[in-house]
């Protein structure tokens, strides 16, 4: 299985910018689909960006389109969420997960999470 260590996150104001980063541990990590989901104070988690284990067919919510971009490295073992033009709305947690490519839906590792606060 994976372990998945997230970083990158604090406190911006906003139109800022974070990058997240996922590091993975303990698998080959081009076996996974990536995805970064976040959860707000009283709210379900919810789906952000996701990323194909080639680093191909990427995905992103509606609310995040056009200001953030996913990408990983695999020689690196990390991906990634760079997060521009950053909103209130934005403040969460943030959490990278993986999915093996069998099952590229299926999220079954996630990292601890990292605090995005966006100040207005």
């Known amino acids: 299985q994976v372990q998945l260590v997230d970083s990158g996150g604090g406190l911006v104001q906003a139109g800022g910018s974070l990058r997240l980063s996922c590091a993975a541990s303990g698998s080959t990590f081009s076996s996974y689909n990536m995805g970064w989901f976040r959860q707000a104070p009283g709210k379900a988690r919810e789906f952000v960006s996701s990323i194909g284990w080639s680093g191909a067919g990427t995905s992103y919510a509606d609310s995040v389109k056009g200001r953030f971009t996913i990408s990983r490295d695999n020689a690196k073992n990390t991906v990634y969420l760079q997060m521009n033009s950053l909103e209130p709305e934005d403040t969460a947690v943030y959490y990278c997960?993986?999915?093996?490519?069998?099952?590229?839906?299926?999220?079954?590792?996630w990292g601890q999470g990292t605090q995005v606060t966006v100040s207005s």
């Open positions: 997960a993986a999915a093996l490519r069998a099952t590229p839906s299926a999220y079954r590792y």
